[in-house]
């Protein structure tokens, strides 16, 4: 499994790359999660503009095993939904990290990412 050292991680297997100036960030799943679910059939989103506190609710992703609610890494403000994933939720399986992503939000507090895992820090949690 891959985890990109550019990103932070949740113990709940989610990935925020937070961008340049820290006022906005994408989410996703990890990898580990992708693999954990199986196959994603669908993916549901909260719509832009929602305001989600830090480890709330942001969506859910249906697998052919399960369904599995998707928690915010850090405070803030929809801005984007991957609207892809509508047609092709296996961008999730396939390409977590790109094509898979699922929100970009306008951050609330940066300093919340104080508390995520580094890319080592998650691996050694899901070896």
Known sequence: MKY???????KDHEWIRIEEGGASA???????????LGD???????????????DEPFGAVEAVK?????YMPLS??????NEKLE?????????????GWMVRIALADVAEADDLL????????TG
């Open 4 to 10: 990109p050292d550019d990103l932070l991680y949740t």
């Open 26 to 36: 994408t989410v996703g799943v990890t990898d580990f999660a992708q693999e954990e």
């Open 40 to 54: 994603v059939v669908f993916v549901e989103l909260q719509p832009p503009g929602s305001e989600i506190a830090r």
């Open 66 to 70: 399960t369904v599995s609610d998707l």
């Open 76 to 81: 803030g403000s929809i801005q984007e939904v």
């Open 87 to 99: 047609a092709h939720p296996e961008y999730v399986n396939v390409d977590p990290y790109g094509e």
């Open 118 to 125: 580094s890319a080592e820090d998650y691996e050694r949690m």
